[in-house]
Structures are given as structure tokens and as C-alpha cells.
């Protein structure tokens, strides 16, 4: 139950998850966000509409996912670390997460991390290939992660576990 637990279950995600062929075309925004709250900061980030206006400030995100194009500016903007971009096209073998990250230190470009699921446990490892972490991000660093197809559906988060691989 999303509401005891804050994880999603396999019904939540079905109703916000781009679709089969969506994803084969390349990188696009997965919003897991549930509650009604008096929050849009992500529809406003969005320079191409991707994420529609909200015609109540409760209302839930919608997203057009043929505008998007994962560019992650949602990702930064979300106070609620609820938005994750997922390219299933990264290579035969991987796919690329772009995970919110607020944790200091940053992990090292190159690092081997934990990748963690939804309820935090450790379910593989993934490569960083990049860190983006600009003043206009306010802190919210955005991780570009590759990790095996197997695991992209269900990393959402990553723990840097040797001090060799903080930044
Ligand atoms: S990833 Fe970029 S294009 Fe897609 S919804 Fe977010 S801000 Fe818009
Ligand atoms: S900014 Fe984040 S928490 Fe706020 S409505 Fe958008 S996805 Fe939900």
C-alpha cells in the first residue's frame, strides 16, 4: 500500500508508466508522484509542455510523453525527488537512469555504486557516467547511472559504499 509504505506497487506504476513503445524510442521522464499536493514546480520547468499545466495545483502530473525528450529539468525541480528519466535505448545490454541525489559527498564519475529499489534495499550495481550538479539545480544533484535492462525498472536510488569512489 503506497499510503503505509510510500512504495509504489506494480498497480501505482502501471498508471504513470510510458509505454512499451514510448520507452523503446529513447530517454523519457517517469513521474512517481501519487499524492495531491499544492505542488507544480515540474510542469514549469518543462521547456516543451511535456508535463501539462496543471489546471488545479492539487492535481497529480501529467505527462505528454511524446514531447519529452529526458532532458531531467523536472528531475532537478521536483522537491519531492518523484521524477526519474529512463533510456531503454542507452545500449544492447543497459539502460541509463537519471536519478535525483541530494546525499554528500557525490559519487565520482566512473564509481561503482549500490543500486537500490524503491524501499531502499540494494538490488545490483551501476556505473556513473556523469554528475550534473549546476547552482541552478539548487543542490539537487542528477545522476546519470547505466545499469543492466534487468535492473531499470526497479533502481531508483544508489549508495556510494568505498570512500574511493566519493567525489
Ligand atoms: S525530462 Fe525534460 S522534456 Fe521530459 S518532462 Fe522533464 S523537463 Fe520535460
Ligand atoms: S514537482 Fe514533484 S512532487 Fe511536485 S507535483 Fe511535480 S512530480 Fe509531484
Redesign the pocket.
Known amino acids: 500500500m503506497l499510503k503505509n509504505t510510500g512504495i509504489p506497487t506494480r498497480d501505482d506504476l502501471k498508471q504513470i508508466y510510458p509505454s512499451a513503445e514510448r520507452l523503446a524510442q529513447g530517454p523519457v521522464a517517469i513521474?512517481?508522484?501519487f499524492?495531491r499536493?499544492p505542488?507544480?514546480?515540474?510542469?514549469t520547468?518543462c521547456r516543451r509542455g511535456a508535463?501539462l499545466p496543471?489546471e488545479d495545483i492539487n492535481n497529480?502530473?501529467q505527462l505528454a510523453a511524446e514531447r519529452c525528450n529526458g532532458c531531467a529539468l523536472?528531475v532537478a525541480?521536483?522537491?519531492?525527488?518523484?521524477?526519474f528519466v529512463l533510456d531503454m535505448t542507452y545500449d544492447d545490454d543497459n539502460a541509463l537512469l537519471k536519478i535525483p541525489y541530494e546525499f554528500l559527498p557525490l559519487p565520482k564519475v566512473g564509481a561503482t555504486v549500490a543500486a537500490l529499489n524503491r524501499a531502499g534495499e540494494k538490488i545490483g550495481t551501476g556505473t556513473v557516467i556523469q554528475v550534473q550538479n549546476p547552482p541552478v539545480f539548487d543542490r539537487t544533484a542528477i545522476i546519470h547511472l547505466v545499469v543492466t535492462k534487468d535492473l531499470a525498472h526497479e533502481v531508483r536510488n544508489i549508495m556510494v559504499e568505498d570512500e574511493a569512489n566519493e567525489a
Open positions: 513521474i512517481e508522484c499524492q499536493i505542488c507544480n514546480p515540474c510542469a520547468a508535463i496543471f497529480r502530473p523536472c525541480s521536483c522537491p519531492g525527488l518523484a521524477i
